[in-house]
Each structure stands twice: as C-alpha cells, then as structure tokens.
C-alpha cells in the first residue's frame, strides 16, 4: 500500500512533489496545503485532479497521513514542523531546518519529546560528486583530514536572493546562513566534525547599490528569472528592502581540530561549488558539482604547480534534481518515515550547520570577532544519533 504524503507549502521547492507522488510504488501526495491560491492550483495542475488542497494545516493534519513534507519559507519552517511534529506525522522539514538556533533547537526537543520521526532534507549529502568525495576520504586515500576549504560561487543571486522575502534579514537571517546552510553541512560531514567557534566579515557590496526596486511579493522567482540578467549591476525589480550580505568568508574552528574556510558570492558569472580536502597524505579538489563533475586526487610530493592529478576519481552519474541527489532524498525520507532506521541526513547536523551561520553571521555584523557555537543537550543529540530510538527502547 502507498504511503499517504502530504505536502505544506507549495513554492519553490514544489518540485519535491515529483519524487514523492508514485502512485502504486510505494508512495502517493494526497494533499497539498498552501495559504496562497496559486500554490493550491498549481498543485492540481501538477499532481492532478486526485490531491485534495487546502489553506489550513490543522485541516491537512486532521487526514490520514504516513508523512508530511515542510516545503515553506525558512522564517515559517519551526512553526509547521513543531505543529506536524505534535501531531505525531513523520516529517520531512527542507533545509535550512530554521532561521535562528532557538527555533531549531525547539523543533530537535520536539522531535524528540513526541518521538515522531524528523527528517531535514540536506539532499547535498546525496549528490553523487558529494558521496564520491566522502568515500575516498573514509578509505584513508588522503590520511586523516585536517582542512576543508569550499568556494560557492553563486551567478544567480541576483536572481534567487535579492528579489524576494530572502533579502530580508528578519526572514532570512542572512545567506551565510540560508544559502550556507548546504556547504556548511557538507564540510562538517567531509570533515567529520562539528563548528565550535566561527568568525567572519562579509558586505552588501554589489545589491545594495541598485535603486531599482520594487514588491514582488505577488510573484515567484521563476517568474523573474533569466540568465540574460548580467552584469550584477544591471538587475532589475530587486526587493525593497535589502539588508543581507551578496558576499562572506568565513573561518570555522572544528570539535576535532579541523580547521575549514567558506566562501559565498552571490555576483559571480558562474554558479558552483569547489570544495578542497587536505589530508595528512593527499588532497581531494572538485572541478564542477553536477552532471559531468570530475574530482582529483594528488598524494605525491611536487614541488611546482602540477595540474594533471595522480588520480581522476570517477563520478558516477545520476539523473534527477540537484544531480540526482533530490530523488534519492525523497526516497530515503519516505523509507525512514514508514519504517525509521538509519539516514545518510541528520537533524543534529542541520542544527549544528544552523548554528554555525548564524554564528558567522553575528560575527559579520560584530567587526569580525569569533562567535562561539552553543552546543545540543547530550540527551537529544544521543537520541538522533541513536536514529531517533529513545535509550529505554534501544536496550541502553
């Protein structure tokens, strides 16, 4: 029998519905709640006639649900997901998980109080180029890891941040934090440590200039978007109010030694990410993070610039969102909300990948000093990582 999934907030990241709805394979979208008309038909015309739409979530939660999936706005996330996670529906929350470590620290102690199941979609750790990269460094290929430096460079910004609730810090908190939240994640997990202490300097350099402005609230980003918006400087119809960095850089200090260096501009001409893993024996650097992503491995000593690798890695290919990683997201989220055990995501991650923006962020806005990371409660960490079984029911 399909699992019955339902679905809040109907935006951006919609797209997830297509992974999710597979009638008489396992899974099947029944209901989709937005409070914006358009969402709500938009999913009849996406899903088809059969999905029930709705404007209010206690109506959504009053169905017969397996799961429900969180799609709505970052500044919205901690007050649906601790109302489904009350109702006892395995949730799906997209990342970030939350805009402040308050918040997320309320949806992890919700999670578990209720012991229903919590799942953050962080689908980067399911990009194929991504897992590559992880398996090369738990088979030793480059020693033990002692530096993760990552480059995100962002030639849509203009386009997906500054036009929108985005640019708004009091929603967004800031796009160290809400574009960040991904790459932070992914070299905490590369590294195998978590963010003690953060400092940063960023600045509103290139946006903050355009008087061009006006509310879009009325409309979404796909309606504005276009690759012909170039240079930065010549975006149009940018969001009235403005007041997030388009550019950071900041250092993380890890639990276990680490050390690691990330890199946000949102006015690049091109749009990826480099990562870069220094071991105690090699190195691993990514040259592109979609389909066609090569990843090269050097662990001989030279002592001049060297282009060619000692090792191509070879990425496998998949098909899908994010580089197939989207797919395999859903996929897993449903499997661990019908049945629970193990998951490559973590709601203690996403907390601590949280954490560790919003601490960059306040240095930012500080002159640049460190900011230390507050740290979970050791009960509800050991929960999720016992995958989210209370001890009395583990044998512990």
Known sequence: MDARIGIIGFGLRSSLWRYAHNPGNGSRVVAVCDSDERGRTDAVEKIGDGVQVMAD?????ALDLDAVMVLTPDYLHAEHAVRTLEAGVPTFLEKPMAITIESADLILETAYRTGTRLYIGHNMRHMPVIKA???AILAGRIGQVKAVWCRHFVSAGGDFYFKDWHADRTKSTGLLLQKGAHDIDIIHWLAGGYSTSVSAIGSLSVYGDITDRQDNSGRRMWDWYDTNNWPPTAQRELAPEIDVEDI???????????????????????????????????????FGDGEGSTIKLWNKRSDAYREEADEIIEVPPAEGGHGGADPMLISEFIRFAVEGGPTMTS????????AAGIAGTESI???GGAVQVPPIPAEIEEYFLRDQVKADHAGL
């Open 57 to 61: 979530i206690d109506e959504l939660l």
């Open 133 to 135: 990269m992880r398996d």
């Open 248 to 286: 950071s850089m900041a250092n993380l200090v890890l639990h276990n030694g680490v050390l690691a260096s990330y890199q946000q501009c949102h006015f690049t001409p091109d749009y990826w990410r480099n990562y870069t893993v220094i071991g105690t024996e090699g190195r691993l650097e990514n």
């Open 347 to 354: 709601p203690v991650a996403a907390r601590q990948s949280v």
């Open 365 to 367: 806005r500080s002159g």
